[in-house]
């Protein structure tokens, strides 16, 4: 089979635009990320940390490429150390291979960055003035997560604001909610003029993208840190096949995030990525944020929904979080969805759904928790329920297959895991206690 190249030609920068030049047999297509006035980008271009991020801004982009083909080779016009290509390689590998799965595409296919421009010298790393270590962007996603991240970090002492990728109506409810003002909006503009066919559908590692960009748009506004809301059952895989890990949240793991961090530290990019809600299991995110009222009304946790800011009540990712929220606070959640009862009989698949969240096979491919996590949810959901007898057996076959072991650790004890910055690690430990 011959290779599929995908070529970024050039990338340009002008006031308040990041344009992306991509050629795919033969056909020419632009995609740009703008930004909002307060920014202006032509002041940067001869920055070396600047160029730096925008070259991994290009290589994040570059996975919305993968709808038209899926490309073997990418070649870009710009310099990578090997240590950048390892990284990014390895990204495009693991952050790809639901792709490669549901798309019926050889496992083994890995991708490899082509440059024919040398690595120049080594970026010195600047020094963080006190001020801008003292400023942070939270990632807003729209969902509860981010905001659970943006309450841990209200009590950091650090200026915060919000960072979305799109101002869709549940990310600028959520900051509405908030109390927090300070907003820093990016729009991500596909190419309307594309005449190209779309080959696949499906995941593609986007967190990739997002992480990218705001450490841009942090170094751009002189802020340090950049707060995701990337939790402890992120790391783990949803299946193995061919001796391969499938994780859906690869490019929000431990692992993508360790190694992050070890991109910026050798590319001298001040700036520090991390997730505060590393330790914490997400049921445990859900109970914390079933206590913030104020955001119940704004929020929307399901991803085939949340362009049109509604759950489509027909998926894992609702499953899980409804299914918690009538668990951890049955009165706001029928507030939201309605009576329990009449909101799983008129939304069928919405249990077949949380029983497939224990599948011993394969857990399903949304961000949801580790299939203990979901074991332990079902066991207080359930008697809630009135399933059908088919309901019952599959329900009751899946439960032999999965013993329950960690029911104390999903809801009340921190992991331990995490990558904090040293300085903020011991209030972010008491902060998260204190919530829990």
């Known amino acids: 089979m011959p290779k599929a190249i995908l070529t970024l030609r050039s990338i340009d920068i002008s006031e308040r635009k990041l ?3 991509y050629i795919v047999s033969g056909h020419e297509i632009t995609r740009a990320i703008t930004f909002p006035d307060t920014v202006n ?50 990204t495009y590998d693991k952050g790809l291979a639901e792709f490669r799965y549901t798309n019926g595409i050889e496992m083994t296919r890995m991708v490899k960055l082509h440059t024919s421009m040398r690595k120049q010298a080594d970026r010195p790393s600047l020094p963080i003035e006190p001020a801008t270590r003292k ?20 009590h950091l002492g650090l200026d915060v604001a919000w960072f979305s990728s799109g101002a869709n109506v549940s990310r600028q409810g959520v900051v509405k909610a908030s109390g927090v003002t300070d907003s820093f909006v990016v729009e991500r503009c596909p190419d309307p003029n594309a005449t190209l066919e779309r080959k696949y559908e499906g995941h593609k590692p986007m967190s990739l993208y997002v992480a990218m960009v705001s450490s841009l748009c942090a170094y751009l506004n002189n802020r340090y840190y950049v707060i995701a809301a990337n939790e402890y059952s992120a790391s783990f895989p949803n299946l193995h096949i061919d001796g391969m890990a499938i994780n859906h949240q690869y490019t929000k793991s431990l692992e993508f995030e360790c190694g992050l961090r070890k991109l910026f530290k050798e590319a001298g990019v001040p700036v520090r990525y991390f997730s505060i809600v590393r330790p914490l299991y997400e049921l445990q995110i859900v109970k914390l944020f079933s206590e913030f009222d104020q955001y119940h009304d704004a929020f929307v946790s399901c991803n085939r929904g949340i362009r049109d800011n509604k759950w489509c009540l027909d998926c894992a990712k609702c499953a899980f979080v409804v299914g918690a929220m009538y668990c951890f606070t049955p009165e706001k959640a029928a507030k939201k969805w309605g009576a329990i009862n009449d909101v799983y009989q008129n939304n069928p698949g919405l249990l077949d ?30 008697p809630l329920l009135t399933l059908s007898v088919e309901q019952k057996v599959r329900y009751e076959s899946y439960k032999k297959a999965v013993q329950l072991t960690e029911a104390k650790k999903v809801l009340s004890l921190q992991t331990g895991v995490d990558l904090f910055p040293a300085e903020l690690k011991k209030t972010i430990y008491r902060t998260i206690g204190e919530a829990l």
């Open 19 to 21: 344009s992306f030049v």
């Open 41 to 90: 980008l032509s002041s940067f271009v001869s920055d070396k940390i600047f160029g730096t991020l925008v070259k991994y801004c290009a290589l994040g982009d570059c996975i919305y490429m993968y709808n038209f083909d899926y490309f073997d080779q990418i070649d870009v016009p710009f310099d990578l150390s090997d240590e950048e290509k390892a990284f990014f390689e390895e």
């Open 135 to 154: 400023r942070a962007f939270v990632l807003n996603g729209g969902g509860k997560d981010g905001v659970v991240a943006m309450e841990l970090a209200k």
């Open 353 to 382: 759904e949380t029983i497939e969240l224990i599948n011993p096979d394969q857990k399903p491919f949304e961000c949801i928790g580790t299939t203990q996590e979901n074991l332990y949810l079902i066991t207080m959901l359930f």
